[in-house]
């Protein structure tokens, strides 16, 4: 099984930026789908951002368009995830995740669809 390593979180202020990053333990291929996730204390894991593999389509949550770009680079198997104007309600953990069977053009919101996870990086912002 795939594995996926983030990295790239920390504590920083409101109007700040953060560059989040996930590696694969493995060659992706071309029905491949990324996303990031996040979860906050005492809330469900909702959906943040996602990417495929082979079109670069993405999709991205109303609450973060416009601020966050989710982008992959195909020789370092990595996809990132560029948080610019952060804001306290962006205080989570940031799951990476994987789905490596897309049958859909658009990469899927849904976290059941993705099989593979990382462990998470913290992400806190402070007002």
């Known amino acids: 099984q795939v594995q996926l390593v983030e990295s790239g979180g920390g504590l920083v202020q409101a109007g700040d930026s953060l560059r989040l990053s996930c590696v694969a333990s493995?060659?992706?291929?071309?029905?491949?789908?990324m996303a990031w996730f996040r979860q906050a204390p005492g809330k469900e894991r909702e959906f943040v951002a996602a990417?495929?593999?082979?079109?670069?389509?993405?999709r991205y949550a109303d609450s973060v368009r416009g601020r966050f770009t989710i982008s992959r680079d195909i020789g370092k198997n990595t996809v990132s995830l560029q948080m610019n104007s952060l804001k306290p309600e962006d205080t989570a953990v940031y799951y990476c995740?994987?789905?490596?069977?897309?049958?859909?053009?658009?990469?899927?919101?849904?976290?059941?669809?993705?099989?593979?996870w990382g462990r998470g990086t913290q992400v806190t912002v402070s007002s």
């Open positions: 990417i495929t593999w082979s079109t670069s389509t993405t």
């Open positions: 995740a994987g789905r490596y069977t897309m049958t859909t053009v658009l990469p899927p919101t849904d976290p059941t669809s993705y099989t593979s």
């Open positions: 493995a060659r992706t291929f071309s029905r491949t789908a």
